[in-house]
């Protein structure tokens, strides 16, 4: 009896996202929650989004970020079967350089386990199964832009250098990966072209991320590279004070289209959505998300809903500029 329920424990977990990798295939923030992480090319003052593209840590277009920008989520996920937490902080601009961190955190310790006896089974447990997983990243970005105030073009290129600390139950796994993405941003105003059209280029794992484990035997788990290219636009409307976004992306790897739509009014309030398209299946709900954000002076709130084979996800995150 116990070897089954240590077994069906384990298929339980595995099922949720127990693998060394899975925390790092969950969308971060809500903003990339309810657009199926759609948002390489899309820069937000409020939440750092390098963890998609390391080149996104970037300054505004026409503008260099002086601040510093904290920002927290936490994920109810699979109706708070599983908890995720992720803080990020990003400090200003120095000589077009950007530096941020973030410390992601996905635990599963709410599972009984039940001793086993000849004649009875003990509905008391006699301890609980523990997942815990960390990830943490070190960013760094570069961006080369031309002078003046009316530029046509800007570049951005950057890394993330990320560590996993991985642990189940008593054993420990530990490993170290890299990420490379640049961004190419161009505007045409000057052409009577409105709008800012982006293009980005993503690898992701550069020669595979593991994760190498304290068994007798050196357990390794290993994540191969993925390559993800996206193309974004984004134009203004100064009448009515709206910024519309919208980007395209192609997962190599995974063979998904992920595709999103933001609407800000007056960088005060607006509203996200994304799908992500897989080619060969049907339409299904289950493949979007959708999600509102509020700034408040130099607070923001921002909230996403999305739905799952084994249940929905609701995620909250706050920003604060100082």
């Given at each position: 009896m116990k070897k089954f329920l240590l077994f069906f424990i384990i298929f339980f977990i595995s099922n949720i996202?127990?693998?060394?990798?899975?925390?790092?295939?969950?969308?971060?923030?809500?903003?990339?929650?309810?657009?199926?992480?759609?948002?390489?090319?899309?820069?937000?003052?409020?939440?750092?989004?390098?963890?998609?593209?390391?080149?996104?840590?970037?300054?505004?277009?026409?503008?260099?970020?002086?601040?510093?920008?904290?920002?927290?989520?936490?994920?109810?996920?699979?109706?708070?079967?599983?908890?995720?937490?992720?803080?990020?902080?990003?400090?200003?601009?120095?000589?077009?350089?950007?530096?941020g961190i973030q410390i992601i955190n996905q635990s599963i310790n709410t599972i009984p386990i039940y001793p086993e006896y000849e004649d009875s089974i003990s509905f008391v447990p006699e301890g609980y199964f523990s997942d815990d997983c960390y990830v943490g990243l070190l960013n760094f970005s570069y961006q080369i832009k031309q002078s003046g105030e009316k530029r046509l073009y800007e570049m951005f290129f950057g890394g993330n250098i990320k560590t996993i600390l991985h642990r189940i139950y008593t054993k420990r796994g530990?490993?170290?990966?890299?990420?490379?993405?640049?961004?190419?941003?161009?505007?045409?105003?000057?052409?009577?072209?409105?709008?800012?059209?982006?293009?980005?280029?993503?690898?992701?794992?550069?020669?595979?991320?593991?994760?190498?484990?304290?068994?007798?035997?050196?357990?390794?788990?290993?994540?191969?590279?993925?390559?993800?290219p996206s193309l974004g636009y984004e134009i203004k409307f100064d009448r009515i004070k709206s910024k519309f976004f919208t980007e395209i992306s192609?997962?190599?790897?995974?063979?998904?289209?992920?595709?999103?739509?933001?609407?800000?009014?007056?960088?005060?309030?607006?509203?996200?959505?994304?799908?992500?398209?897989?080619?060969?299946?049907?339409?299904d709900l289950k493949q979007a998300g959708v999600g509102v954000y509020l700034n408040l002076l130099k607070f923001s709130v921002s909230y996403s809903f999305t739905l799952y084979d084994i249940g929905y996800t609701n995620s909250l995150g706050l920003s604060y500029i100082f």
């Open positions: 996202f127990i693998l060394p990798f899975e925390i790092l295939s969950i969308n971060f923030s809500p903003f990339g929650e309810a657009t199926k992480g759609a948002i390489l090319t899309y820069h937000s003052q409020n939440i750092p989004l390098f963890f998609y593209n390391p080149s996104n840590s970037s300054s505004d277009y026409y503008s260099e970020r002086s601040d510093f920008t904290v920002f927290y989520e936490h994920k109810f996920l699979f109706m708070d079967l599983s908890s995720y937490n992720s803080f990020v902080l990003n400090f200003p601009e120095i000589k077009n350089m950007n530096i530990t490993g170290i990966g890299m990420d490379l993405g640049t961004t190419f941003r161009l505007s045409l105003d000057n052409y009577k072209l409105p709008g800012i059209f982006l293009i980005s280029f993503v690898y992701k794992d550069v020669g595979k991320t593991k994760v190498i484990w304290d068994t007798d035997s050196n357990t390794v788990f290993s994540k191969d590279a993925s390559f993800i192609y997962n190599v790897y995974e063979r998904t289209i992920p595709v999103s739509i933001i609407y800000s009014y007056s960088n005060l309030f607006g509203i996200f959505t994304g799908y992500e398209y897989q080619p060969g299946m049907d339409i």
